[in-house]
């Protein structure tokens, strides 16, 4: 199994270009790292499980507002699927499965697709705000023992992620569900800082996020 480290130009670019996502495709492998999962400020275990599933394709911008899928020929979109929760009410242990598959050639390893287990699970504000519905919320989710294929044929093993958010909005289409990924990292302020490996989030252009009561 091949390895590459990042190089520091990189590293630079990812840090300078976080917000915007100009750089976030543009490292050259992943690492593994030991888990480390925090609740922060703010934060609460959650009494709610998240499932979820569909594409995004456009970074979120600061104001939430509906997202075009990008033009066809330029495959930059992704795809995922996951199902996520706590293994018990107001107890930030999770459990759960995650998909994603990153379909843009000119990423990180041409492209890739990765699997998890979930074993973390909190709830987190909506920084777009509140609908005032109940049934709406955002969870945060993370594991460290994801696989990496690379449409290169690298692959890399004992890969942590964080969901740094999944957000339930209402329904598809018109609650404008969103997410942000990092993959090579399940710290979520590593995460926010930009220099994780792989970062990507996006109003949902198609598909649900779908918070459901804990049973």
């Not at 697709?113 to 005032?132: A, I, R």
Request: glycine share 14%; hydrophobic share 30%.
């Amino acid at each position: 199994m091949r390895k590459l480290k990042t190089p520091k130009t990189l590293l630079a670019c990812l840090v300078a270009g976080a917000v915007a996502g100009a750089c976030d495709h543009r490292t050259t492998s992943f690492s593994s790292e030991p888990p480390q999962f925090n609740i922060f400020p703010g934060e609460n275990a959650a009494c709610f499980r998240l499932t979820g599933g569909g594409r995004i394709d456009k970074p979120e911008l600061a104001i939430l507002v509906a997202q075009p899928k990008n033009t066809p020929d330029s495959r930059d979109f992704a795809t995922f699927g996951f199902q996520a929760r706590p293994i018990d009410c107001n107890v930030p242990n999770g459990s759960g499965q995650l998909e994603w598959v990153e379909h843009n050639p000119n990423a990180i390893l041409g492209g890739f697709s990765f699997h998890s287990s979930v074993n973390w699970f909190v709830e987190v504000q909506d920084h777009y705000g509140s609908t005032g519905n109940p049934k709406n919320g955002c969870g945060r989710f993370a594991g460290n023992d994801g696989r990496v294929h690379g449409r290169n044929g690298q692959t890399y093993e004992n890969i942590g992620f964080v969901v740094e958010h999944g957000c339930d909005r209402g329904e598809p289409g018109v609650g404008r569900d969103h997410i942000r990924i990092c993959i090579g990292t399940s710290q979520a302020e590593v995460c926010n800082s930009g220099q994780a490996p792989y970062r990507r989030d996006g109003v949902l252009t198609g598909g649900n996020i779908q918070k459901h009561k804990l049973s």
